[in-house]
Antibody, heavy 117, light 109 residues
Framework: EVQLVESGGGLVQPGGSLRLSCAAS????????MLWVRQAPGKGLVWVSF????????TYADSVKGRFTISRDNAKNTLYLQMNSLRAEDTAVYYC??????????WGQGTMVIVSS | QSALTQPRSVSGSPGQSVTISCTGT?????????VSWYQQEPGKAPRLIIY???KRPSGVPDRFSGSKSGNTASLTISGLQAEDEADYYC?????????FGGGTKLTVL
């Protein structure tokens, strides 16, 4: 079964850091672009970051540029999102997403990040 | 990286058809045939229902269809069913990044 399982969410103080992980299974992880998408409580979906299959190219939404870093370990079938200098507005469910040809075809169940003092 | 524009809500009775619009710009919707649509039920992860403007993944009923004209994409759901009640999001590739619409809540009356 094709599956993405996120972990690492939780409560963190403003200015703090958190690293999210996403374990992939059921497909050849190293062949796919991957992304993070987030959704603040009661709000819509927002694209956060993207990484190419070999990790050679990454892009970020303006709102997280310079604070978040996406990376991957194809040997471990795992995607990461390092989040630094967290702000209250980063509070959201973070989804790990597989990109199947410019579209988001597989989604994880999401992990909640709460930034609050 | 401005969000695409969707109506906040639409509604229809069972058996009817509804169309949800998604308006972008010549830099996203108008420039790429990589518009996708996602259905999200409360408390669940989004599910892909339309990709590349008008293609349906396997398992998605043919009641769901997509189209595009200029900078506006559309999702049409025909033969509405109670189970179609959910939030719907459009998304477009915009050249090195992606942009979502604000979401549309579909109510089946």
């Amino acid at each position: 079964e094709v599956q993405l399982v996120e972990s690492g969410g939780g409560l963190v103080q403003p200015g703090g850091s958190l690293r999210l992980s996403c374990a992939a299974s059921g497909f050849t992880f190293g062949k796919y672009w991957m992304l993070w998408v987030r959704q603040a409580p009661g709000k819509g979906l927002v694209w956060v970051s993207f990484i190419k299959s070999d990790g050679s190219y990454t892009t970020y939404a303006d709102s997280v540029k310079g604070r978040f870093t996406i990376s991957r370990d194809n040997a471990k079938n795992t995607l990461y999102l390092q989040m630094n200098s967290l702000r209250a507005e980063d509070t959201a469910v973070y989804y790990c997403v597989r990109n199947g040809g410019y579209t988001f075809d597989i989604w994880g169940q999401g992990t909640m990040v709460i930034v609050s003092s | 990286q401005s969000a695409l524009t969707q109506p906040r809500s639409v509604s229809g009775s069972p058996g009817q058809s509804v169309t949800i619009s998604c308006t972008g710009t010549s830099s996203d919707v108008g420039d790429y045939n990589y518009v996708s649509w996602y259905q999200q039920e409360p408390g669940k992860a989004p599910r892909l229902i339309i990709y590349d403007v008008s293609k349906r993944p396997s398992g998605v009923p043919d009641r769901f269809s997509g189209s595009k004209s200029g900078n506006t994409a559309s999702l049409t759901i025909s033969g509405l069913q109670a189970e179609d009640e959910a939030d719907y999001y459009c998304c477009s590739y915009a050249g090195s990044f992606w942009v979502f619409g604000g979401g549309t809540k579909l109510t089946v009356l």
